[in-house]
C-alpha cells in the first residue's frame, strides 16, 4: 500500500505530449476527408435528437463505432495498452446507442436545465475542431466528433441528455462519464488545456441532471 500511495497520475501515462499529438496528425491524415462525413452525421443526429427521433440512436452509435476502430483500436492503442479495453466499451456503447431506436420517448419535452446542459455539451463536441486549432495551433492536430474519442464523446453525452430519460439513461451515462475522466486526466498531465473542458464535462452532465426549477 505505502508503495501506491508514491504514485501520481503522470506514472500511468506512458507517453508525452509530443507523442499525443503526432499520434492526432497521423489519425487525421489517415482518415481524412472522413471527417465532412462526421461532421455531418453529428448535426443530423443532433437535430434528430431535439425532436425525440429515434433515428439519432443509431446515427450517434456510428459515431462511437467509427471512433473506437478508426482511433482507439487503430492509432491510440499503440500508445496505451489498455486503449483494446477502452475499444471494447466503445464498441458496447455504440451497441446501446443502437437499441434506441426502440427506446426513445418520441417527442418528449426534456427539462430546462438538462435542456441547457445538453446543447451546451453537443455544441462543445462540434466546435471541438476550433478548440483544438486555438489551442495548438495547426489543423493537422485538430479533432473531430467520430473521428477522436474525445470530441465524440462530449458530443454524445449532450446528445443523450437530449433524447433519453427514465432508467436507460443511466446506463448510457456511465461510459461517456468514464472516458471524459480518463482522457480528461491523460491531458491534465500533457499540459493540455482541453483537459479542463473534458473534466468540466461530466459536472455540467450532472448538473442539468440534478437541477430543477420551482415549475418542475
Known sequence: MEE?????????IPF???????????????????????TVIGIGALALAFTG????????????????????????VNLNWASVW?????????LLL????????????VPPARLRSGVLLAALGLFWPLIS???RGTLRQTEVVGIHADPTTIFALGVILLMQRGWWLWVLLPMPLLWCLISGLSLWVLG????GLLLAAPMTAILGLCWRTPKE
Do not use: C
Not at 492526432?24 to 471527417?35: C, D, G, Q, S
Not at 440512436?57 to 491510440?76: E, I, K, N, S, V
Not at 477502452?86 to 455504440?94: K, S
Open 4 to 12: 501506491w500511495s508514491t504514485y501520481a497520475v503522470a506514472n500511468f
Open 16 to 38: 508525452t505530449a509530443e507523442v499525443y499529438l503526432r499520434l492526432i496528425e497521423r489519425v487525421n491524415a489517415a482518415w481524412w476527408p472522413l471527417h465532412l462525413a462526421t
Open 53 to 76: 427521433r429515434r433515428l439519432a440512436g443509431p446515427l450517434l452509435a456510428l459515431l462511437w463505432g467509427w471512433a473506437a476502430y478508426g482511433f482507439l483500436q487503430q492509432f491510440y
Open 86 to 94: 477502452f475499444a471494447r466499451g466503445f464498441y458496447l456503447q455504440a
Open 98 to 109: 443502437t437499441l434506441l431506436i426502440f427506446t426513445t420517448h418520441q417527442g418528449s419535452k
Open 133 to 135: 486549432l486555438i489551442g
Open 192 to 195: 493540455q488545456f482541453q483537459a
